[in-house]
């Protein structure tokens, strides 16, 4: 009795109660059922305001299990759920936040690369005023947009907490694995072939590039996580569980792609541990580049000469990765970067719009490069390629400016590392920035930054470096010089 006088005696309690109970009554007696939500937006709302890192760990954990309604049917509009409306309000908040002078920590916008990232951007809306379809355009830079201040700025941010990088991986591998079991449990009633592992993800991945991508950014993440300290014995055991899991998903993914990723991956780990400084690195991307270049026509007829096609058999399948003769994947990636190649030149200055090459490609497809997966529907994909995407969509600065960033997270990613002395905290900017390295590696042969499973980590990523650049090295330095 007095607990329930003390309840009617609160009257913030009573208010809201009383509010509850009046909007469920008027949804039944008017049939306005969309009422019934209206209790749970406001929660979600109060949580937003009032809790927002809740928000954010739940639209992490809901990304790897979210659904697009457009593949799915449901509707004609490209959008994830749950993951895309929370983080758009994500985006609105943060203005908000901006507007009222309470927005993540000003450092972070003083950093190189939030100057990078913001001239980013800022070209991609002036060439959507010029685009072919601006519409597609503002839309697609909407997207970009959420995705970069709910990750990068709102990331960074929480990441001034070593203890939420640790969170973020965990929020976005645990449900993966969930993912790669569902997807497995799918693949063995087919005798785990190739040509099932193309679709057996769905509906939770379009297809198994962007599964295989996705699988590879994390696959360091979770050998990165073994080195954190202060781990309890089960922690540890499911680790080594995620690792086996990523494992088994990332070989029966099929994904040619996302293997070599991994691979130049780890080359970059062993440089790292050798630590090789990174001049010498870009000297040696550069003879390697002028070798390509020279040796050009050479190469070509030798590949011309693989006629391996992609395989059931693994051996088999990683040879017919050099395959241009005869695989229609590999020929229909050459064909779709020649056309933007075609619209580069016909646009080389503002390109054709963020987000329109699928809807303006078809009429560049030459009949020599056409295959038995080519169309002219505007529903196949993109350009195949985050560097060739922008080229034909933004112009040559679109591109360049997209390759900056490729080019400051290596001279970040590699000064955090040399410069870190803590085990933890190497552990986690190898973690980020292998991850990254196997997008960037993945993003010369597809390109998945429109979607939420790959954005998420992308920019998640960038600001974890940011985040250890700013404020754990520079306490790290600190430290050492009070010594």
Known sequence: MKAFTALIQNKPILFWGSIFALTQGVAVAFEMYFLFIL?????????AIHKIEWVWFFSIMATPL????????????GMYLPT????AALLLLMIFKIISGKSADRRIFKHPFTYIIGLYLLWMVFTAVTSEYPLVSFKFIATRLWFISGFYLLGAHLFQDLSNIKKFFASYLAPLCIVIIYTVTRHAQFNFDKESAHWVMEPLFKDHTSYGAVLAMFFPVAIGLLFLKKKSPLVTFLIYAALLILSIGLVLSFTRAAWVSVVVAFGVLLIMMLRIPLKYVFYGVL?????LYFSWDTIQQQLGQNKQESSDKLDEHVSSISNVSS?????????????AMEMFQRRPIVGWGPGTYQFVY??????KDRTIISTNNGDGGNAHSEYLGPLAEEGVLGMLLFISIFVYTLVLGFKLFYAAVEKEHRAIIASAFLGLITYFVHGTLNNYLDTDKASV????????????????LKKQEEAISNK
Do not use: K, T
């Open 39 to 47: 209790p749970a937006a406001l929660f979600a709302l109060w949580l």
């Open 66 to 77: 979210s659904i697009n309604l457009e593949e799915m049917e449901v509707a004609h509009i």
């Open 84 to 87: 895309e409306p929370i983080i």
């Open 287 to 291: 003879i390697s580049g002028s070798v």
């Open 327 to 339: 695989d229609a994947s590999n020929l229909e990636r050459l064909n779709r970067w020649h056309c």
């Open 362 to 367: 078809a009429p560049f497809q030459q009949a």
């Open 457 to 472: 980590p992308f920019w998640g990523f960038i600001g974890i470096l940011v985040a250890m650049d700013l404020f754990h």
